[in-house]
């Protein structure tokens, strides 16, 4: 199965697809890196970002 997540930050709109939570979360960590180096991945982001992640 498919999961998607569409970035969290507020104007993007990048989206984020894997087959699993942790392949997604690790692409997240990536795009955040790349595109968002100012948003700081604290715990509560890191959860607010999970609770996105979508089945398609
Ligand atoms: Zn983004």
Redesign the pocket.
Known sequence: MTKRLD?I?EG?H?SIEGETEAEIMAQAQE??AG??PDVELDDATVESIRSSIRDV
Do not use: D, M, P, S
């Open positions: 970035c930050i993007c990048a795009h955040a595109a968002h």
